[in-house]
Every structure is written in C-alpha cells, then in structure tokens.
C-alpha cells in the first residue's frame, strides 16, 4: 500500500461523508416535518414511541439528528423526558437500515439478477436518474428525490474507493500486527467510540467498517466489540448539543449515552462469557459486510429488549446524573437546536404562533369584557398577556429570520412568510387589548360612565368584534381559508358600526343627552376596536394571499370589495343584519 493509496482512502472517506451527508438532509426534506410533528404527540405508549423513533431515523438517516431534535424539543418544552426514551431506543433499531444497505456491495454472483442488487452496479443509473430530475425539474420535491439519489451514488462510490484503497492492506505484515491489537475487546470497543465520535455518525463508521471487512482481514472478535463502541461514539452528538441547554435537556443526553453503554457492557459480558463455555467456532473468522449489519441489528434490538422494561430506571438514572436545580429554570420558547432540522423548526415556529394567537384571542376578549363590568383582575391578566405576546413576536421574528436562511421547501416558505406577517398582526391584538382595558380604567377613575344608548351601542359592537376575532383564530389554527374569507365581510360591518356610533354621540351631544367628556374615551375605544378588526382582517388576508403564492394585501382587498362576489355580499348581509344598531 502506497502514499495514493492512503489518499484514495482520504478520498472515499470523504465521498462517503459528503453522500451521506446529502442524502440525510434531502430525505429530512422529503419527509417535511411530519413524522417529526409527531414527536411532540408522543403518548406514553413505549411501542409507539419505539416504532415512531425507527421510522423518523430510517426517514432521515440519522440517530444523531434525532437525539439533537429530541434535546431541542425538551429544552423548549414541548416533549417531556419520558416520551424520549421510547423514541431514543427506536432510533438506534432504526439506522441499523444503513449497514443493510451497505452490505449489498459484499455480493458475489454471477446471477444478473443478484449482480443487479450490488450498488456499484446500479448507483451510477440512479446518479442519472438523479442528475436528471435535478436538472430536467422545477418541481421542488423532484429536485430533492434527484439529490437523494445522487447522494447515495456519491456514498456507494465512497465505499468502492475506500473498499479499493485497503484491498493492499492484507499483505501487509504491518498491518496484520496492528489488527492483533484489536483482539482486545475494550480497546476495540474504545477505538470504535472514539472514532464514530470523531465523524459524528454511527451509520458511517459501520459503513467503513464493512469497507475494511471486504478485504477479509476483520474478524468477529475484532468487530463485535467496535460495534458495540461505535454505538457509544454517536452520543457525542448529543453531548455537544446538551451544551447550555436546560437540566431537563441535559438527561436526554444521560439516557442515551446510558442506553448505549449500559447495553455494551451487558451484551459483552454476556457475549464473552457464553464464548469462554461454549467456544464459538466462528469468533476467528472473518466477517463480511452482511454479518457485520446483522451484529448491529442484532446488538440494538436485543439492548432494546433488554432495557425498554427499565425505562422509569433510566429516567431516574438521568435525574440522579443531573439534579434538579432549586430555582426555577427558565422555559426557553424555541432552541435554536431545532435550526438542524427546518421542516421540524417550521411545524414548531407554527405551534408557537398558534398559541400567540390563542393570547391574543383570550387578551382582547377580557379587555371588551372590562368594558362593562369593573373586575380589578382584568388589568393585570391583560398586562401579563401583552408582555407574552412582545416577548414572543421578538422570539418568533428573531428565529424565523434565521431560519428562512436555510435550504427550505416551497410550502415551508410560504409558511414562513405567512407567519411573519401574522405575529406582528397578533402581538398588535395585545396592544390594543391593554389600550381598552386603560381607557376604560380611566374612565372608572373619573367617574365617566356612558349614556344606555351608547353601551347598547357598544355591547353590539364587541359582540361582533368577539366574532371577527373568533372566525380569525379558527381560520388560521385550522388553516381554513374557507372561514378566512368571511372575516372581510365581517370587518366592513364593523367599520360601518364604529361610523355610525361616532355619528350617534354627535346626535345626543346636539341634544344634551350625553356629556362632551365621554368624547375622547369613546372616540379611542372606537378607533382600539377598528384597529382589532383591522388586524384580524390583514391576518386573513395575508393566509389567503400566501396560499395563492401572492403577497399584495392592497390589491387583494381592493378586487375583492370592487368585484363584491355573491359569497362576499351573502356574508356581509347576514353579519349586518346580526349587528344591527338599534
């Protein structure tokens, strides 16, 4: 073996890092957060956990990734530590898939068909396949299926470099020397973990591994152990994104590294130890890249069986590695961790703005009920919600900034830009909620107390301004455009009622039947409650323009109100006879 040898090892070591590397961030892509959604959802039903952590690895190829997701979504609060447990251990069963398909280059036939399974044999035509979607497409999802093949083309031609480069190795005396160093079962297993950890990827240490074993010099005494280490070493993944998180987000990391170590060192003891009573024949021979994917399938599922039963053990393990602080840890709204994985980040920037929405309902809905009645719990209540809302809006803006620099799909675009447009418009809500609630504070204070005529007028007013508010979140927590499209028609009635009142106390002021004084508030409640239904209005618009690809609010409205469709006029005659002033 020569210098260009070690450099066309260098070379497939990389080809294979990079195509590995491709291919899990376009099938993260493909999948588009929803089995990521889902994580979140978890019951407390280990089997489903299990099953839901193989299924998001085999989709995106990597524990690694998971395990960051699952510190992430801790950290924020929206999973709690026991949902991670099923999700971690399923997720070690699930990139066992790698290996299997790693070790189809290990076939020899002289069967077409057989010869056919061989990636070398196939890879370059699904490279073609590839490149052609890649660049014969403008369909987004064609693209990223054309970079997933190309990936694996790129990671299968790594392999064949790699597999190449080490065929001299067998004839080297020195070589053989230093692989009698692996027959002891802990350097193994530490050689294993340090090297997976140095790459990051448990998948691709397998992977050259299988590489090396083609040429015949690993044995199962030497490749069990690294195995089982190599299992360890992708828990430093996890251990660097533990780092400045919560203590909660901190025990993720525990239960992994706990469930590879604690799982190695039984199924070594027990391994060793059948071998030392029954002698196994196989032990000194070689092993070939399908036996090596069937120890890691075989290693993961029996540490699965073994520990799935102990899980509340492995979560007060993890309790007791980190202890609970005795003050309050703060609640972090979004890690930036979930940035690793934008179709999870969109779902979750999503959740958020739905909860936004959710204050924001609840805030305004207090503040017109303070209007009438005089609870002293009401302001506080408002206050806190408006500050949620500005803290959130900056959290939110701040993170979807960032995010929409990254590699998204068209719909995960446009619900980025939606979003951005929305939590201004909500945190606004909150504004004015706080501007009713002190208006009529003040109002309070100086004894101002409006004429029955004009709290009639205003209690059909804040009905309807319950209702806009109420057909807005709903539209946009359901993502219905159907209901979006009623709220314009309801925001022109109420413009209609905020004229009409105004012209109403100007008519009781010529006929002294109100005091000039209740002018001003009445006038700023007035303009408070247009505004709301402004909001509510440039909410609705801004899902249904985005769902058209579009982002012209003005042109949207000035069509819509100059067509007057059937639909339009039907809805704007049902709200106005609802909220007729008497």
Not at 214 to 242: E, F
Request: hydrophobic share 45%.
């Amino acid at each position: 073996m020569d210098i260009f040898s070690v450099f066309t090892l260098c070379g497939g070591l990389a080809f294979f890092l990079f195509g590995m590397h491709v291919m899990s961030q376009s099938l993260e892509k493909i999948a588009g957060g929803k089995l990521e959604t889902a994580l979140k959802k978890m019951t407390s039903n280990p089997f489903k956990s299990l099953a839901l952590g193989a299924g998001i690895t085999i989709a995106v190829q990597s524990s690694s990734a998971l395990t960051v997701m699952l510190v992430g979504l801790v950290n924020s609060g929206i999973m709690e530590l026991e949902q991670t447990i099923g999700v971690i251990m399923g997720s070690n069963i699930g990139t066992t898939l790698t290996a299997w398909l790693l070790s189809l280059s290990g076939i020899e036939s002289n069967s077409f068909w057989l010869s056919l399974l061989k990636p070398e044999n196939f890879s370059p035509v699904a490279a073609l396949i590839g490149v052609l979607l890649l660049m014969g497409s403008k369909n987004k999802k064609k693209q990223d299926i054309g970079t997933i093949l190309v990936g694996f083309a790129v990671l299968m031609y790594g392999m064949e470099m790699m597999k190449n480069a080490v065929s001299p190795l067998t004839e080297m005396e020195e070589f053989k020397k230093m692989l009698v160093a692996f027959n002891n079962p802990i350097l193994s297993v530490l050689f294993g973990a340090v090297f997976t950890g140095i790459i990051q990827s448990s998948a691709a240490s397998v992977g050259i591994l299988q590489a090396f074993s083609i040429s015949g010099s690993i044995t199962y005494r030497m490749a069990i152990p690294i195995i089982m280490g190599q299992n360890i070493g992708t828990c430093v993944t996890a251990l660097l994104s533990s780092i400045g998180v919560n203590k909660n987000a901190k025990r993720v990391t525990v239960i992994h590294m706990s469930f590879n170590i604690i799982g190695t060192v039984v199924c070594l003891a027990v391994f060793y130890l059948l071998n030392a009573i029954f002698s196994f024949d196989f032990i000194d021979k070689a092993i070939h890249p399908a036996e090596i994917a069937m120890v890691h399938s075989i290693f993961n599922i029996v540490t699965t069986i073994i520990l799935l039963p102990f899980s509340n053990q492995l979560v007060k393990l993890a309790n007791t590695v980190i202890p609970s602080a005795k003050e309050q840890e703060q609640q972090v709204l979004l890690d930036e961790r979930l940035l690793s994985s934008p179709p999870l980040a969109v779902s979750q920037c999503r959740e958020k703005t739905v909860d936004m929405a959710e204050i924001a309902k609840s805030a305004i809905l207090e503040a017109l009920q303070g209007i009438f009645n005089d609870s002293p719990e009401i302001m506080p209540s408002v206050e806190k919600k408006e500050q949620t809302l500005d803290q959130m809006e900056d959290i939110l803006s701040t993170f979807m900034i960032q995010l929409s620099s990254k590699d998204l799909t068209e719909v995960d675009n446009n619900t980025i830009s939606e979003l951005l447009h929305l939590i201004s418009d909500f945190e606004r809500i909150g504004d004015h909620a706080i501007n009713i609630v002190e208006i009529t504070e003040e109002m309070r204070k100086n004894e101002q107390v409006f004429s029955e005529t004009a709290r009639a007028d205003f209690t059909t007013l804040s009905a309807a301004l319950a209702e806009i508010i109420e057909i807005t979140m709903k539209a946009f927590v359901q993502d219905n455009l159907k209901e979006a499209l009623r709220v314009e028609p309801l925001e022109e009635v109420i413009d209609n009622l905020t004229i009409t009142i105004r012209n109403k106390h100007i008519e009781r002021l010529k006929k002294a039947e109100c005091s000039p004084e209740l002018g001003i508030p009445l006038s700023d409640l007035l303009i408070n409650c247009e505004r709301v239904s402004d909001h509510c209005s440039n909410i609705a618009v801004a899902m249904i323009e985005i769902s058209q690809s579009k982002l012209d609010t003005h042109d949207y409205l000035d069509t819509l109100k100059a067509e007057r469709t059937p639909d339009f006029i039907e809805n704007f005659n049902q709200f106005n006879q609802k909220y007729r002033l008497i």
